[in-house]
């Protein structure tokens, strides 16, 4: 199977304009913010080994990261639980790739977005791009950069919170995860507009008023 190469890129690396990839990892999670990247790829200095993030070990993630950083210009964007609750997961999605491209310090002439959608609001022309961090290079190193953040993030919060298994799941709903939620309820990062969660609070919040009808 071939990798992700520069056929989206070419075009406009022909006429001397930059191009951005954006990806963004964690719209899945019962817990943690969604975080997304944008990188401008140097079209002379294009690491080597970029994929789709979830397609490489988390060494070799690791080991392209600091490397994706030193040679091209990265934006990163989160959009917060609170946010994802408020204004729904889509839509928070599509906030931290805004939030990704307004952090880079030049503005692209064109950016690459995963996936089959366009955020509204964007500061220059976009191509969606379906699967495209296994097909475009510059949304390759976007998925590994915002990835790499995400996961670590979440590893801080497991050092809080360690019952829920945040470090191996990302906060995911892995069985540890969903038995830490049994045992030991909800936390302030979990996002409560997603069902698992919803149902939880629910049924606790039923259970407490059937518990003060019979007191």
């Known amino acids: 199977m071939t990798g992700p190469d520069t056929s989206f890129e070419s075009p406009f690396w022909a006429q001397g304009a930059l191009v951005a990839g954006v990806d963004e990892v964690g719209r899945g999670p019962l817990a943690g913010p969604v975080v997304a990247a944008a990188v401008i790829l140097d079209p002379a200095s294009i690491p080597v080994g970029l994929n789709d993030s979830k397609k490489l070990t988390l060494k070799r993630r690791e080991?392209?990261?600091?490397?994706?950083?030193?040679?091209?210009?990265?934006?990163?964007?989160?959009?917060?639980?609170?946010?994802?609750?408020?204004?729904?997961?889509?839509?928070?999605?599509?906030l931290a790739m805004r939030r990704a491209v307004a952090a880079l310090p030049v503005v692209p002439a064109h950016l690459l977005i995963d996936g089959n959608r366009l955020p509204t609001d964007l500061p220059c022309p976009a191509t969606a791009v379906v699967k495209g961090d296994g097909k475009s290079v510059s949304i390759s190193a976007a998925s590994i950069v915002a990835k790499i953040w995400r996961d670590d993030l979440m590893r801080d919060l497991a050092q809080q919170y360690p019952h829920y298994g945040w470090e191996t799941n990302a906060g995911y709903g892995s069985k540890r995860h969903m038995d830490g939620l049994r045992d030991f309820g909800v936390t302030p990062h979990h996002r409560r507009s997603f069902a698992p969660i919803h149902n939880i609070l629910y049924q606790d919040a039923n259970v407490r008023s059937c518990f003060k009808k019979t007191n």
Do not use: F, H, K
């Not at 990163?76 to 889509?90: K, M, P, Q, T």
């Open 63 to 94: 080991a392209l990261e600091p490397i994706i950083r030193a040679q091209a210009q990265v934006g990163l964007g989160v959009a917060s639980v609170e946010e994802i609750d408020e204004i729904n997961i889509l839509q928070a999605t599509y």
